[in-house]
């Protein structure tokens, strides 16, 4: 199987690599080991390598769409069942190439946006890990709907690498990773070999149709790196099917695109609530921006959207439409409707006064970028 170098990526501890449906199932028709013999010896060496790796597989229905006498793909209920037919084809497949046990962990966007299933997967991860366990995740597309669903695994992989504490994500496309212009529709396309803020000007260079069988094509890949890199986690999109990439990735070289880490990276908490944490409700209000230790008290909210419970996340935004920060709520929607509207016979300025804020400070991300 090849020429992988036994020299490590340098100061890598833990890794997440996704990798893409074109790469396990690339014709629909089964999982093929094809492509897949130089990622699982990539994961082999990486660990003996001493880092620790986790497994953002897709392909679960490109896998099972062969059982089907009509795998249409826009039939969602067809979808679901083609996911479910063929997640044990692809963990099966992947489970093959080892001689260390690998673990199944399927998850929705649900799951990840609540803090206690949250912090609950993050315990399942690093007991995994503890014990040498590959995870290998991918969406658990079968029970999905679209409000619950994370919808690509570009996304879902950055998600996982925060919630592992990773500091490393590789993720494989079709192509050398992230050029100027869609290099499938423009022979002058350049490669950009480093990415230092992922700006509007760079979402503007991805453009054109997803890959035969995948599902999210560059812009989730972007959208990836920048959920990853504001973690601290330095990102790389590269190619998956030319095994030189991942000699080259094994001996600390850039054989991609590299999307270089915040020097201040988010913490935590924070990193949660922007970007993994479901949005309940609105709150608006007259400022320009919300600083971190800024606490809102009644006053200053204008109106209230949606129905949140006391501590979901709300987003705060202004009358302008700007988004301002994310925060958990100290009160439910109903409490503070009823509070800050003039009800007959109600003195809600004396409760207005005894309230507490409805956000804290040590629960607010601020919504800015890089
Ligand atoms: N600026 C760009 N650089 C690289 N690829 C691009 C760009 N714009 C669009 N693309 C398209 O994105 C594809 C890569 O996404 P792909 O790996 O297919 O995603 P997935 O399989 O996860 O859905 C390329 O094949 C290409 O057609
Ligand atoms: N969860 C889906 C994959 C979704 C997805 O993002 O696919 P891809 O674009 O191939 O990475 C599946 O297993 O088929």
């Keep these: 199987m090849g020429k992988i170098k036994t020299v490590s990526l340098h100061n890598t501890k833990r890794l997440v690599i996704k990798v893409g449906s074109a790469l396990i199932a690339p014709r629909e028709d089964g999982c093929k080991t094809r492509y897949l013999l130089d990622i699982a010896q990539f994961i082999v060496h990486a660990r003996s390598q001493g880092i620790e790796v986790l497994l953002v597989s897709s392909g679960s229905v490109a896998a099972g769409a062969h059982h089907f006498k009509n795998p249409d793909r826009n039939n ?7 996911a479910a037919a063929g997640q044990m084809d692809m963990m099966s497949t ?3 190439f080892f001689d260390f046990p690998s673990a199944q962990l399927l998850m929705t966007h649900a799951d990840l946006r609540d803090k206690e299933r949250y912090n609950s997967i993050r315990l399942t991860l690093f007991s995994l890990l503890d014990e040498g366990i590959l995870p290998i ?3 658990n597309d079968a029970v999905t709907t679209d409000d619950l669903r994370v919808g690509d695994n570009d996304n879902l992989s950055a998600m996982v690498a925060a919630a592992a504490d990773a500091d490393t994500l590789v993720i ?17 396309a350049k490669l950009i070999k480093e990415v230092n803020s992922i700006t509007p000007e760079i979402y503007a260079m991805t453009s054109g149709p997803v890959s035969g069988v995948g599902t999210g094509g560059m812009k989730t890949k972007l959208e990836a790196a920048e959920k990853a890199t504001s973690h601290g986690i330095m990102t790389y999109i590269i190619n998956g099917f030319d095994e030189t990439t991942f000699s080259a990735l094994l001996q600390g070289d850039n054989p991609g695109t590299l999307f270089t880490p915040f020097d201040k990276p988010m913490e935590e908490s924070q990193h949660w609530m922007t970007h993994t944490a479901a949005e309940y409700g609105e709150l608006v209000v007259e400022s320009e921006r919300i600083d971190k230790t800024d606490e809102l008290n009644c006053k200053e909210i204008l109106s209230i959207e949606g129905e949140f419970s006391a501590g979901e996340t709300v987003l705060i935004k202004n009358t302008k439409g700007q988004r301002l920060a994310k925060a958990s709520s100290n009160y439910s929607s109903c409490l503070l409707h009823f509070v800050t509207q003039n009800t007959v016979g109600v003195n809600t300025s004396q409760m207005q006064r005894s309230m507490g804020p409805i956000i804290s400070n040590n629960d607010i991300a601020v919504l800015e970028k890089k």
């Design 76 to 82: 969602i209920a067809i979808k679901k069942a083609m």
């Design 94 to 96: 992947w489970d093959r």
């Design 137 to 139: 995740i991918n969406e």
């Design 172 to 188: 494989c496309s079709d192509v050398d990773g992230l050029f100027d212009k869609n290099p499938n529709t423009h022979n002058d």
